[in-house]
């Protein structure tokens, strides 16, 4: 029996910190509501998100995004931008490129350990359609390898 998770949204995820009141909340999970499709590739019950910001609404003010996904250092995304609606874009944006790189540094095309071993298991058909390791399960004394 294999166990079933709930793919990580912002919805599920969110949670707002300093600076922010719960009222804020949903508006702020609008914001961001771009980041679930990066999001839905990990489990909601090992992945959080928490925004805050400092000196809110006075010049200076820095928002901060952290996230935490099970497996995987801390991404912490900062901006200063005047404007709070700009800075949460900003962040939100600087968080997807960060896990989308984080995501392609897992792929096997950029780690050789990984493309090395995705390699092994892949198998071409001949031009009859058999698998040549059926072939060599077929005659005796030669082993598949």
Request: glycine share 6%; with cysteine.
């Amino acid at each position: 029996m294999s166990v079933q998770t709930t793919p990580a949204t912002v919805a599920d995820c969110l949670r707002v910190g300093t600076g922010f009141s719960q009222g804020d909340r949903n508006w702020i999970a609008e914001q961001f509501g771009t980041l679930d499709a990066r999001l839905a590739t990990y489990s909601a019950d090992t992945t959080a998100l928490e925004v805050s910001v400092k000196d809110r609404a006075a010049r200076g003010q820095k928002v901060t995004l952290e996230c935490w996904v099970a497996g995987q250092q801390k991404i912490v995304t900062t901006s200063s931008e005047e404007d709070l609606r700009a800075a949460l874009n900003d962040v939100r944006d600087d968080l997807r490129r960060r896990l989308n790189d984080a995501k392609t540094r897992q792929e096997p095309r950029h780690n050789r350990h990984l493309r090395d071993t995705a390699s092994q298991h892949v198998t071409v058909p001949d031009e009859h359609g058999a698998h040549p390791a059926d072939d060599m399960e077929s005659k005796p004394g030669i082993e598949p390898g």
